[in-house]
């Protein structure tokens, strides 16, 4: 049994001063406010509830700070949907592939561990990991056809970090007006053949105390209509998460080819509902925006991402009003900074509208803490019962200095966190990770990706 006190914590009804909570087998079994610190380890700052990561790619952090070359420099052709020169979301992809194909089990838990050790410096307790580096660079599954899962695995047990496996199913290259297309290159080693393999190699995946096992749709274009359902059906009631409408293009080709936008071949599908989650949401008609609020669909958005790939700003208002629930996630980790991705849901909010104040800070902690979408229902709450998860945010930083407790998540930035626990466990302890130097455990992990020809 350990006590931790703090001047000041969110809690589910509100900020509270002097508070003491008791942590004993990883619950938080007393929480008291109005207390005095005694022989409790004291804390600073503020105290947050655990964050929760639901969108991630660990593989794309060896990307950041390496796509913003001039487009004459690109070393692939033009990709997908892009045109007259421009760098957008299709350009990036290309980069992307060149890391996808270069790993192999031993360098992805390198770069998966170093990713969720920085993911835990910013107060991420949980991520939702959208996984489909699957098999061999040519498609060939490994001895253990879940060799690369094993890999992020162990990289979110030595993080320390709770992880939800969304073992995605890629079926296809792309879709355009004539229809899906075959995958190439890279994208080989996403496949399984068709869904019916994907369920049976996910059935040999089990869950354990750090590890959840949910499922994913990478998006209408790679997998085609008559596999979503099989798709969703294996899923049971487990996460099942989906990209949704990330770019123009993507709904442009479902109608021409479907008659029909993503949201609606999904809902066609049984593929919405509480148990799912759509990524981005960027481009949503007002009839995709109403099904997805009345279906109760989580929406996570991943606006330093959607900021970076030019994607858009999506209607987080509008779907939080219409009823679906909000997450976050830092996708392609263009930043990992969960007080930077919660703020950007409200200023994108206002770049789009001209209005301030279109979210509250408690929206903005609760879409931060939303650990229901993948799959840990009793975590993200500093209450008796939920799992003892904390964050502790120092006040007196020169980003900090003179922000109201409750408003510290409109002023905090992750280099402010001091202390993250998970479960119980001291992860981060004086801005400082249990692995060590989490700087220098990336650069070993993702230099070497880069030399290779």
């Known amino acids: 049994m350990t006590d931790y006190w703090a001047e000041h914590a969110c809690l589910p009804t509100g900020p509270a001063d002097n508070v003491l909570l008791t942590e004993q087998d990883g619950r938080w079994t007393k929480i008291i406010t109005g207390a005095e610190p005694g022989s409790a380890h004291r804390l600073p700052g503020v105290l947050f509830p655990g964050f929760a990561n639901c969108h991630s790619h660990a593989f794309h952090r060896a990307l950041r700070g390496r796509t913003h070359q001039p487009f004459d420099k690109l070393r692939t052709p033009l990709g997908q949907g892009s045109a007259g020169g421009v760098e957008n979301f299709w350009t990036w992809r290309t980069a992307m592939y060149e890391v996808a194909a270069r790993l192999d089990p ?35 599954p490994y001895t253990d056809p879940n060799a690369m899962a094993a890999a992020l695995r162990q990289a979110a047990a030595e993080a320390g970090i709770r992880l939800t496996l969304l073992d995605t199913c890629y079926l296809a290259g792309g879709l355009t007006g004539q229809g899906h297309q075959a995958l190439s290159g890279p994208q ?27 499922a994913a749709i990478h998006s209408v274009r790679a997998v085609p209509r008559d596999q979503l359902h099989t798709v969703a059906s294996a899923a049971a009631d487990r996460p099942l998460h989906v990209h949704l ?22 809902a066609e599908a049984d593929a919405l509902g509480r148990r799912t989650t759509a990524v981005h949401a960027t481009h949503l008609e007002a009839a995709d925006v109403a099904e997805l609020g009345r279906t109760r669909t989580t929406a996570c958005f991943c606006p330093s991402t959607e900021a970076d790939l030019a994607d858009g700003i999506g209607p987080a208002r509008a779907l939080a009003d219409a009823g679906a629930p909000l997450s976050l996630g830092t996708d392609q980790h263009a930043m990992i900074d969960f007080f930077a991705e919660a703020r950007a849901l409200e200023l994108h909010e206002r770049l789009a509208t001209g209005h301030r104040g279109r979210f509250i800070p408690a929206e903005l902690i609760k879409a931060a803490t939303a650990h229901d979408s993948i799959g840990w229902p009793d975590a993200g709450r500093l209450e008796v019962g939920s799992r003892a998860d904390l964050v502790a945010v120092r006040t007196d930083s020169i980003r900090t200095a003179g922000a109201e407790p409750g408003q510290l998540i409109m002023a905090a930035t992750a280099s402010d966190v ?12 004086d801005h400082r990770h249990r692995l060590g130097d989490v700087g220098r455990l990336l650069a070993d992990a993702i230099e070497p990706l880069w030399r290779q020809p």
């Open 245 to 266: 409408s990330e770019q123009p293009a993507e709904n442009q080709a479902c109608k021409d080819f479907y008659g029909m936008t993503p949201t609606a071949l999904l």
């Open 188 to 214: 080989l080693r996403f496949g399984d053949g068709d869904a019916d393999a994907w369920a049976a190699r996910t059935s040999k995946l089990t869950p354990d105390d750090n590890t959840r096992i949910g």
């Open 418 to 429: 001091h202390t993250v626990i998970t479960g119980g466990m001291v992860v981060v302890d």
């Open 106 to 140: 031993d360098s992805y838990l390198r770069l998966a561990r170093a990713t969720y050790a920085e993911m835990a410096l910013s107060g991420i307790t949980a991520v939702g990991e959208f996984h489909y580096l699957h098999h061999n660079p040519d498609g060939s």
